[in-house]
């Protein structure tokens, strides 16, 4: 079964130069897999036009959805729009249907700077909610979202139930093995089994289990095999919890 992927690019050099926090991307880590979306990239840019477009259609060429964060607005640093157009050579537009919801809603008070967050990539689509004031504007498979955390979180919310798709199958075995001592079995269930994700994760600092491993697939089935063979593989006396 083919996956679906996603990649997010977080824009600002707030981010990269540590004025303000990204919560956008581990905020969106988790609803992505929620929603059976594998994410398999995140980068963090500078305010750059040439970078920014450069990311955009690297990513949108290598997965399914990409997400950005930051660089919408009305000042010189906000640079997303045109760089998301460069990204695929459209003409940055002005979008009539958003330049006449600005108008309705400034009415006297639209200036230059509240007119600009009408321009859009060329041939973009408007994702309308009621939950939303503004729409969430998508160029081919670029979801442009603002940077401020609120914001973000609503209109990624409003849009979210159109990335679902099969979900992951999980399951979990905690073991007090040392994880050197069942790095060979895990190994052999790995290579006997390509569809499914394994994954090690020693602690320190808990006296109950010393490995927490995960089993992953999208197939529920390959994932249970996996399982079962890896539990016959662990010393029964480890185990402290298998889920």
């Given amino acids: 079964m083919r996956q679906k992927t ?30 059976g ?5 995140i980068v963090i840019i500078p305010d750059e036009v040439e970078v920014i477009a450069a990311a955009v259609h690297e990513c949108a060429e290598g997965f399914d959805y990409v997400f950005t964060s930051g660089g919408v607005g009305p000042t010189h640093d906000d640079v997303t729009i045109e760089a998301v157009a460069r990204a695929f050579g459209r003409e940055v537009v002005r979008h009539p249907e958003l330049e006449a919801m600005l108008r309705s809603y400034f009415g006297d008070g ?7 967050m009408a321009d859009t990539p060329e041939g973009s689509e408007l994702i309308k909610d009621e939950a939303m004031r503004w729409p969430v504007l998508a160029t081919r ?3 442009v979202l603002p940077g401020v955390p609120e914001l973000f979180r ?61 089993i992953e ?17 662990l010393d029964p006396a480890s185990l402290a919890q298998v889920e």
């Fill in 6 to 35: 996603a990649a997010i690019v977080v824009i600002g050099n707030e981010i990269l130069t540590g004025k303000s926090e990204d919560r956008n991307a581990s905020f969106l880590i988790t609803e992505l897999y929620a929603l």
């Fill in 37 to 41: 979306v594998a994410l398999r990239r």
């Fill in 110 to 116: 639209i200036d230059a700077a509240r007119l600009r």
């Fill in 141 to 143: 498979n670029v979801y």
């Fill in 154 to 214: 609503k209109k990624f919310e409003a849009i979210r139930e159109r990335f679902r798709t099969e979900p992951f199958h999980v399951h979990t075995i905690y073991t007090r093995q040392d994880e050197f001592d069942i790095a060979s079995g895990l190994e052999v269930v790995a290579a006997g089994n390509p569809e499914v994700e394994i994954g090690s994760y020693p602690t320190f600092t808990r006296e109950d289990y010393r490995v927490k491993i995960t």
């Fill in 217 to 233: 697939s999208k197939e529920l089935d390959e994932v249970e095999r996996a399982r079962d063979q890896l539990l016959r593989l």
